[in-house]
């Protein structure tokens, strides 16, 4: 039963059950990290190639599907673990967002931002070293 209220209700069970909704998220991230890799490797090809970025969008499509393949682990003991959950959410968003802006417009200012998400996904790492699910 969520006895929450506003997003932890959604994302988070009680009791260390499975969140439904983080399950749904994570796996929609694995859906859209296939897909973006696809993407690139097909319609994107020609682009990335001649912006000599096919490495830098790889780089973001495995990240994306690395952690996502954890938030899926993760979702499983949600209730204990949402301060890594949201840290690895947003590594996805802002380590692979911005390669894959990066990859695409070539736009070499976007690799300082790239860091940030890195720092996320190691602090969603250290995290679950410190606080692991129970």
Known sequence: MVSRVGCEAVFFADGGDMS???FRVAAALCFLAVGFGAFGAHALKNTLQANG??????TAVLYHLAHAVALIAIAFHAASSRGACFLLIAGIVIFSGSLYLLAI?????????TP?????????WVWLIILPPR
């Open 116 to 124: 940030i998400g890195g720092l996320c996904f190691l602090a969603g």
């Open 53 to 58: 970025t096919a490495d830098i969008w790889h």
């Open 20 to 22: 439904v909704a983080l």
């Open 105 to 113: 417009t070539n736009a070499r200012w976007l690799g300082a931002i």
